[in-house]
């Protein structure tokens, strides 16, 4: 069963950086996407950036120039570095990863709080 381990959310000032980290076990295959959802208070989950087995890299246009995912395989882990965050970057994260012949998992989310 594949398992995914988040960390680094948490609450910073407006302007400031965090990086969040998320790893997947249980798989003898690295992930062919891996990536990183948002989910507010009283809205839908939304894409915030995806990258591929290939490198081929995907951001949602709020966080364009401001975000930076990346990915070691060897160690199965997707980063995403924030900067330059706003308040309305205040969500909890999700990470997600998509095996072709196995479907998508979701970590647990962790939170990331940004004030004004």
């Known amino acids: 069963q594949v398992q995914l381990v988040e960390s680094g959310g948490g609450l910073v000032q407006a302007g400031e950086s965090l990086r969040l980290s998320c790893t997947a076990s249980?798989?003898?295959?690295?992930?062919?996407?891996m990536g990183w959802y948002r989910q507010a208070p009283g809205k839908q989950r939304e894409l915030v950036a995806t990258?591929?087995?290939?490198?081929?890299?995907n951001y949602a246009d709020s966080v364009k120039g401001r975000f930076s995912i990346s990915r070691d395989n060897a160690k199965n882990t997707v980063y995403l570095q924030m900067n330059s965050l706003k308040p309305d970057d205040t969500a909890v994260y999700y990470c997600?990863?998509?095996?072709?012949?196995?479907?998508?998992?979701w970590g647990q989310g962790t939170q990331v709080t940004v004030s004004s």
């Open positions: 249980g798989s003898a295959f690295s992930p062919n996407v």
């Open positions: 990258i591929t087995s290939g490198s081929t890299i």
């Open positions: 997600s990863v998509y095996y072709v012949l196995k479907g998508t998992y």
